[in-house]
């Protein structure tokens, strides 16, 4: 332990004496403090304070993750190349060790600077809010500074896809398809079904039944919320629609009924509900009416959910910085691998380049979803076709999967809707981001610093 | 009349190496090509190369610029692969962690961290072989004493000379009382002081029983310390052996004497002449060298307490590197015989030095023997030297330098 705690305690001296913590403490309150009066907000105080809050969390993680792997890259492979090395390898401490306490050194390093930039933009945030009137404080606790919990309606995945399958073998019996279109024929049928799930046609109702689980004996008396987003084919004049929401069942549970409420589409609306509009089961029964000349259609996957109150905002956003320090976990793991078996700009270019890749997974993703990396032809209406397919198309499947067990948690989205990060959500997050993906790059890393030769860098000091 | 200086003995006339057979360092057939990007073969840095250090040796590792000695030091401390042989440390793997803990390296550059002062880096290698406090502390107290650099200790290790760089580079390599010091050209960026200091510690490590690997193509450095070498060009060993063994003469001795009247000197060489031809008999009057010469300069400064915002010349040997057992004894006193109006006494376990002795009879007796020439002395010492008058070596110095007096 003597030995792991003289690596960390040798990076945080590099980090002082060269002013990196400095100038990155300087940056990060900068921006802290600075951002809220640069950034445009919609007027009212829930707006800035979630423009507020995403801004300055993903400015901090941006300069954070930076910083954190331009620091892993430089310090290992600095003292590689300046023979610093040389010295410490030839002492009682094993290389795995070194590596470690190069990582705890800058996690170490990260938890006091996220502490430190946290603790700002949280400050910042009550500070504001305190001096808010007090009708706007009530709005900004119900629906930002607070951690509230989500139901959505059940997942219909299985059975979309097993009515796309009998309505597929029914058109096969009556038209005859090749066996080369026979994927996009499924993949319109698909469609077809997920769009019957979502349409509210004009004049018609439909039903969501959500299930609040467990959460629902805490909630006897406890206003909720509905949080729902439409899209449409086409406007109107005033760029609104109309819709009546009807929640409850009949002689089962109370009822509330909604005004008619204007909503533009392809927004998040949040409408308050009365306390106890759900049954002994807990499952909540929501009706949208469609008065309009026009369909709704309600994304499957965030369509239409129930927010409910859960914790409280403080213990929400420490958790919400918690997947942010996994995050950073991660990075300073890639960082050391990068520069356990390359030279510093190299490992730099190298760790950058997958930050890259990990922000752009636009084009995997759609080369995934159409099965070709091949260009699709508009004229014909039909997709390419590349030999690589076979094997470019298996590789991105598998770099989706990897990089979706990072990206799967959004803790700055969830802060800034107010939604709660639970612990299990931050158990998750550690035990894949850093435990999985983390001890992966750090297993390739020691091994490959344990094996190298280091002596054949020539000092460079 | 003798200076105050202590004149370096050499070791191998000091003492006989304490070795007990335990063979410290194994090299068998170890060799070692330097490989491109694809693998090529680009350079052979070691060739087939063999031999054993055993405890507490003063093995040197001898031979020319690029011939393969740093690249031997950095196999045997696992830095590098060897590409065929085998090399065991302390009979594990240059590689086993736990083995580390018995080794001390300098290398040959300074290559510590630039931006710690001197006392942290001391702590920094006091904790990687999990020292207790109390100890690291002492111990880095008492070698930055050691190698003059308490009054700088706050000052960045970057900006230090490459001189008080080596010092510090010294004194991390023997914070954990090895029993093996490895150093990669020791003397290399050190002045005098420090040169001889280095020496000194050299030989009171050996002393101790602890083994010394030395790498350097300074001559003077390996011949004042080592008992064994050898010799490499071009990453072959060229000769190997004791170094009084491949230095000896067999077919010279030299008589060293106090100044003579002259009616004597006549009749020892004509007593010489009657068996060896006039040609062939030199008499010459031995000098004091440049460097007994500079440290007195330098001790005279000193004790007119002249100031330097540089390393200071070092104390004594650190007393955990001297031993307890030791203690007490004049012989581990190195660095104090530089202040010692007197050459130090012989250390209590060294072989009397031929120096000032009185002339062996049987010796003589064996002299006039033919063909029993015994075995020569190793190599002669200076102390046997007379020493010249400071006045005159002033006087010499200030001709040489075109200069008054």
Known sequence: MQRLLAITWLTWKAALRYRLFIVVTVLLLGAVVGLPLLIKDDGTARGFTQIVLTYTLGTITALLGLCTLWLACGTLARDIEECQMQVVATKPIARWQIWLGKWLGIMSLNGVLLALSGACVFGLLVFRASRLPADQQQVLRSEVLVARGSAKPPQADAEIERRTEELLQERLRKIRVEKADLQEVRNQVREQVKAAYQLVPPGYTRTWQIDLGSAARRLRGKPLTLRVKFNTAEGTSAGTFGGVWLVGVPRQTKLWRSEVLSLASDTFHEIQLEPDLFDDKGILTVNFVNPNETALLFPLNEGIEVLYPEGTFGLNFTRGLGIIFCWMALLAAIGLAAASFLSFPVAAFVALGMLAVVFSTTTMSSAVEEGTIANYNAEKGTKGWSPADVVVIPMFKAILKIISLAKEFSPIDSLSTGRSITWTQLGFAFAQVVLLLGGIAALFGMTVFTRRELATAQGTQ | ?405
């Open chain 2, 1 to 405: 009349m003798p200076t105050n200086v202590t004149e370096l003995i050499p070791h191998s006339a000091l003492r006989d190496p304490q070795t007990n057979g335990e063979v410290v360092v194994s090299v068998r057939g170890l060799t070692k090509v330097f490989k491109d990007f694809w693998g090529r073969p680009k350079a052979r840095a070691i060739d087939n190369v063999d031999f054993d250090v055993r405890r507490g040796e003063v093995f040197g590792l001898l031979g020319p610029n690029g011939s393969g000695k740093s690249t031997t030091v950095k196999l045997i401390l696992g830095l590098l692969h060897p590409t065929k042989g085998h090399l065991e440390v302390f009979g594990h793997s240059p590689r086993h962690v736990a083995t580390k803990s018995r080794i001390g390296y300098l290398p040959e550059e300074s290559y510590l961290y630039r931006y710690l002062n001197s006392r942290e880096t001391l702590q920094f290698f006091g904790n990687l072989f999990e020292l207790p406090k109390e100890d690291r502390q002492k111990r880095s107290e008492q070698l930055l004493e050691m190698v003059g650099l308490s009054q700088v200790h706050l000052r960045a290790v970057g900006e230090f000379s490459k001189g008080m760089q080596r010092r510090i580079g010294l004194a991390q390599a023997l914070i954990n009382d090895p029993d093996l010091v490895i150093l990669d050209e020791p003397t290399s960026g050190l002045d005098p002081i420090g040169c001889r200091e280095v020496k000194d510690l050299i030989i009171a490590l050996a002393r101790r029983g602890k083994t010394v690997i030395l790498s350097s193509h300074l001559l003077s450095d390996v011949e004042d310390v080592c008992d064994r070498v050898v010799i490499y060009y071009g990453g072959k060993i060229q000769a190997q052996g004791p170094l009084r063994d491949l230095l000896a003469s067999p077919d010279t001795i030299q008589i060293t004497t106090p100044a003579l009247p002259r009616q004597t000197m006549e009749r020892v060489l004509e007593l010489i002449r009657r068996d060896v031809a006039e040609d062939k008999v030199k008499i010459d009057t031995p000098t004091q060298n440049l460097e007994s010469y500079f440290l007195e300069i330098v001790q005279r400064a000193r004790r007119a307490a002249a100031e330097t915002s540089g390393a200071t010349s070092g104390a004594r040997v650190a007393a955990y590197l001297r031993g307890d057992a030791e203690q007490g004894a004049a012989g581990e006193k190195i660095l104090e015989r530089l202040a010692a109006p007197q050459p130090s006494p012989r250390p209590a376990n060294a072989p009397a030095v031929p120096v000032a002795e009185a002339v062996d009879e049987k010796k003589l007796a064996a002299l006039a023997q033919p063909g029993a020439l015994p075995k020569p002395a190793p190599t002669p010492s200076r102390e046997a030297e007379k020493p010249v008058e400071l006045d005159q070596a002033n006087e010499k110095l200030a001709s040489l330098l075109n200069k008054p007096k």
